[in-house]
């Protein structure tokens, strides 16, 4: 069975880094570009970037080039995104998803709340 | 920077059909995709490469387009559609970057 699970909530402070993880199972985790999405609380969805495990080719939103990196390991099949200063902005429901070609996704995991708060 | 626009939300009875619209200036050029998202869960998606559904999607949902304009069709709207939709394409052949519309909200009353 095609399955993203992702790590569990995190409250961090502000300043602070984080790297939330999101493992793929019943698939091969090379074959599928998997992306990031963000959803403020009461809000729509935000696309923020996407990476190839294969190769690690990543394409990124304007609107969140700079401001986080998305990476995977392939050799745990794992895709991973990552702050390196958290802001209370940041304070969100991270969605990770999978699909075979880069413009759209096919499966999404569970979602991973971060509270960012002092 | 390119947008893509949907009408903010839709009331309707059960059975009726629901029409949501994702205007973009783009879409003739690129595909559209449509997601559900209902309450409190991770968005499903519904609708590919502008009218093709994903195996286990009921027949009643469905895509078109035309010009810039992308429409998903809910058919004999039920209660258990009540959720937000939310369509997501790219700004040109080049971009390396999609995104999503800011979602309709469909309520069935």
């Known amino acids: 069975e095609f399955q993203l699970v992702q790590s569990g909530t995190e409250v961090k402070k502000p300043g602070e880094s984080l790297k939330i993880s999101c493992k793929g199972s019943g698939y091969t985790f090379t074959k599928y570009w998997i992306g990031w999405v963000r959803q403020r609380p009461g809000k729509g969805l935000e696309w923020m970037g996407i990476v190839h495990p294969s190769d690690s080719d990543s394409r990124y939103s304007p609107s969140f080039q700079g401001q986080v990196t998305v990476s995977a390991d392939k050799s745990i099949n794992t895709a991973f995104l990552q702050w390196s200063t958290l802001k209370a902005s940041d304070t969100a429901i991270y969605y990770c998803?999978?699909?075979?070609?880069?413009?759209?996704?096919?499966?999404w995991g569970q979602g991973t709340l971060v509270t960012v708060s002092s | 920077s390119y947008e893509l626009t949907q009408s903010p939300s839709v009331s309707l009875f059960p059975g009726e059909t629901a029409r949501i619209s994702c205007s973009g200036d783009?879409?003739?050029?690129?595909?559209a995709f449509w997601y559900q998202q209902k309450a409190g869960r991770a968005p499903v998606l519904l609708i590919y490469k502008d009218t093709e559904r994903p195996s286990g999607v009921p027949e009643r949902f469905s895509g078109s387009i035309s010009g810039t304009t992308a429409t998903l069709t809910i058919s004999g709207v039920r209660a258990e559609d009540e959720a937000d939709y939310y369509c997501?394409?790219?700004?040109?052949?080049?971009?390396?970057?999609?995104?999503f519309g800011p979602g309709t909200k469909v309520t069935v009353l």
């Open positions: 783009a879409l003739p050029i690129q595909f």
């Open positions: 998803a999978s699909g075979e070609y880069p413009n759209w996704f096919e499966s």
């Open positions: 997501q394409s790219s700004p040109d052949s080049t971009s390396r970057f999609y995104l």
